[in-house]
């Protein structure tokens, strides 16, 4: 069973870092790219960032771009972020999220989620 | 970037009846649409891919069309654990990928 667990949110003032994990299991980690998705408490969902396989690729949204960092270990199946400089507007349940692969194709949409990990940034 | 905009914001339907979901997306995106289900309280659960395609273990009451940028998600007979936050989301042309803001289906 593909399981997903983030843990590292919590609260943190505005202009603070935090490090959020995502541990995986039940799958071969290594070949599936990953991502980050967040949701602002009563809002719709916001892709953050995406890492491939062997880190050949990274992409971030605008809104955290040079603030934010992704990364992964392969060796210890885990995702990782890296956010430093943070918002109140970062406020949100930050998911961790696999791309959905069948066969030799994936498709940049998420087929594995985990139960999201809440990041409040406030004075 | 791409934008999504779904239509309506919230509806309203009685179980067992069909509900119409609607997503526009900016500019084309082909067939590269995906359909989620959110329920309160829980991470989104993929329904539809490739704006036509059920995922694993979705039930053949979820059926999705369109391709360039119109697209509708239609629940054919709703179902009590059917009420929900569906949101869409492309992946034609990204970095950024990007989610409609949702639709409500809520029980009338």
């Known amino acids: 069973e593909v399981q997903l667990v983030e843990s590292g949110g919590g609260l943190v003032k505005p202009g603070g870092s935090l490090r959020l994990s995502c541990a995986a299991s039940g799958f071969t980690f290594s070949t599936y790219s990953m991502n980050w998705v967040r949701q602002a408490p009563g809002k719709g969902l916001e892709w953050v960032s995406s890492i491939s396989t062997s880190d050949a690729y990274i992409y971030y949204a605008d809104s955290v771009k040079g603030r934010f960092t992704i990364s992964r270990d392969d060796a210890k199946n885990s995702l990782y972020l890296q956010m430093n400089s943070l918002r109140a507007e970062d406020t949100a349940v930050y998911y961790c999220?696999?791309?959905?692969?069948?066969?030799?194709?994936?498709?940049?949409?998420?087929?594995?989620w985990g139960q999201g990990t809440l990041v409040t940034v406030s004075s | 970037e791409i934008v999504m905009t779904q239509s309506p914001a919230t509806l309203s339907v009685s179980p067992g009846e069909r509900a119409t979901l609607s997503c526009r997306a900016s500019q084309s995106v082909s067939s590269n649409l995906a359909w989620y289900q959110q329920k309160p309280g829980q991470a989104p659960r993929l329904l539809i891919y490739?704006?036509?395609t059920r995922a694993t273990g979705i039930p053949a009451r979820f059926s999705g069309s369109g391709s360039g940028t119109e697209f509708t998600l239609t629940i054919s007979s709703l179902q009590s654990e059917d009420f929900a936050v569906y949101y869409c989301?492309?992946?034609?042309?990204?970095?950024?990928?990007?989610f409609g803001g949702g639709t409500k289906v809520g029980i009338k």
């Open positions: 490739g704006a036509s």
């Open positions: 989301q492309q992946y034609n042309n990204w970095p950024p990928l990007t």
């Open positions: 999220a696999r791309v959905y692969c069948s066969g030799d194709s994936c498709y940049s949409v998420f087929d594995s």
